[in-house]
């Protein structure tokens, strides 16, 4: 019952963003407890996944905090400001504890996550070292591998089979092997692999029977990040992008999503360089100062770079991260400030930086009567610092919609764009890339599931 409001609700989204809640809902009610272990399943145990893993083994054991994640650090205020509730996040709504997770991976490569994670050089070797044994014990599956995606790398951990549909049951039996052995009552998958190369929406995307005989017949429009997405949805098992790969934007994954009540969402981490931008962006449009170009360069040097560093895979990180200027500025609303704005992205490979990336921008503005000014940005980032408590936070909250009789089959969670670069939306909706419209959207959601008034800051009641 639940899930028919929702169908209904979802038509007016505008209306549901602006207006308190109304429907007090499920009031939490409709939310299943967390009992039991979740599983997290991660295609992809290089610099991110590793940094992840290991951060949350770190944290479960008292080594480190949890800085970053909004399910672990985040409060959330409800009610009138005068009324001082500001619960955790954790708190508020029912989520998976850390002590609940277990992981498993695929790589192509045979590397368990403590070699795995020495190589990336991201964490130092002595927080790697406390945690050897449980890292080790972390061994990856074998990969669903196709070199003509990613033409960078190649390795010998790669299933082979008599075509995709084949592999896809292959990854199917490595999820209910997973889930059985490890005794997890739900699943989440998390894509964090190497970025393939762009593909455009095709014929063999479009239905769930179309996608099915792509699979037989070993349509090269199908990547391997799909055939895992397809094995994970099938399971019935959320799944999260944090590629710019095409992988579950496409509508027979939508089908399924909603078929299978496997939640999906976004694609690409929103870490270091679009996060500012996302930040800066709506500062100008707010302030109605012109933008008349935004020129991004990084440097480089973990695999990611390398990757990246071949046109195919740039191409499709490129396009993700190019769209998010356009529709936080409107220019077609804002021709005068907006019109003519030239957009530039590069990513260079530079060995000596390792995962230490650092990103330059260089923001043409104009003000008042046209006059012109320069803002610089040089952020010396860490990538997967950035990105590790965004898979955690990704992991509890699509368990969250899994558990939550309201959200589970939509499809897509369109209020955790929060987390990425290109947001998943309904269809002829535009994405949300302002951060803050995005934060306000998830912290509403989570208002929304708990039957708690929705946050809209007019506040004209404090001067009654
Ligand atoms: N770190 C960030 O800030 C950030 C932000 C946005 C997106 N991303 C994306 O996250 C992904 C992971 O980044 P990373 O720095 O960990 O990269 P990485 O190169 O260290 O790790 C990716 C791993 O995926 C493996 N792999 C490639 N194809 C595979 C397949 N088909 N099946 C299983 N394993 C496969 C590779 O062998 C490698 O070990 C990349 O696609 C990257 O673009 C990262």
């Not at 496409?250 to 999503?257: K, Q």
């Not at 500062?283 to 480089?300: E, V």
């Amino acid at each position: 019952m639940a899930i028919k409001q929702k169908r209904v609700t979802t038509k007016k989204t505008a209306t549901v963003e602006l207006t308190k809640s109304a429907s007090g809902n499920s009031g939490g009610s409709g939310i299943e407890p967390a009992k039991g272990k979740l599983g997290v399943m991660i295609p992809g145990m290089g610099a991110v996944a590793t940094t992840f893993v290991a951060g949350v083994e770190a944290i479960r054991k008292g080594l480190a905090k949890p800085i970053g994640s909004l399910t672990q650090m985040g409060t959330i205020r409800l009610g009138k400001r005068t009324e001082g509730r500001s619960p955790k996040v954790k708190e508020f709504v029912p989520l998976a504890g850390l002590n609940d997770l277990v992981f498993t991976g695929w790589d192509i490569f045979e590397d368990n996550m403590y070699e795995a994670a020495s190589k990336a050089g991201v964490l130092d070797r002595y927080l790697l070292d406390e945690i050897k044994p449980f890292l080790s014990s972390i061994k990856p599956r074998k990969a669903v591998f196709d070199h003509n995606y990613v033409k960078r790398i190649d390795g010998p951990n790669v299933k082979k089979g008599k075509n995709k549909m084949d592999l896809a049951e292959q990854l199917r039996d490595d999820i209910r092997q997973f889930k059985k052995s490890s005794g997890a009552s739900r699943l989440v998958t998390v894509w964090c692999a190497s970025t393939e190369t762009f593909i455009e929406p095709s014929a063999a995307h479009q239905s769930i029977k179309a996608f099915e005989n792509g699979l037989a017949k070993n349509d090269e429009n199908i990547a391997p990040s799909m055939i895992y997405a397809y094995a994970s949805l099938m399971e019935g098992v959320p799944f999260a992008n944090g590629a710019p790969n095409l992988t579950v934007d496409i509508p027979a994954m939508l089908e399924l999503s909603k078929q299978n009540e496997a939640p999906i969402c976004g694609k690409d981490f929103k870490t270091g360089q679009t996060l500012m931008k996302t930040v800066l962006a709506p500062a100008f449009k707010a302030r109605l100062l012109g933008l008349s170009g935004w020129y991004s360069t990084n440097i480089l040097g973990n695999r990611d770079g390398e990757v990246l560093d071949d046109p195919g895979s740039f191409k499709t990180k490129e396009e993700s991260k190019l769209g998010v200027l356009e529709h936080i500025l409107q220019p077609a609303i804002y021709p005068e400030l907006y019109g003519n704005i030239f957009h530039k992205v590069r990513i260079n490979y530079y060995p000596p930086r390792g995962d230490n990336k650092e990103g330059w921008d260089n923001i043409d503005i104009f003000g008042w009567l046209g006059y012109p000014m320069q803002i610089k940005v040089d952020f010396l980032c860490r990538d997967s610092i950035l990105a590790a408590p965004i898979v955690l936070d990704l992991v509890l909250f699509l368990d969250l919609a899994k558990r939550s009789a309201e959200l589970r089959g939509l499809g897509i969670q369109e209020w955790m764009s929060f987390y990425f670069k290109s947001p998943m939306t309904a269809p002829g909706l535009y994405p949300e890339h302002d951060l803050f419209i995005q934060s306000m959207k998830l912290k509403n959601t989570l208002r929304h599931l708990k039957g708690e008034e929705l946050i809209t800051h007019l506040g004209l009641e404090y001067y009654d």
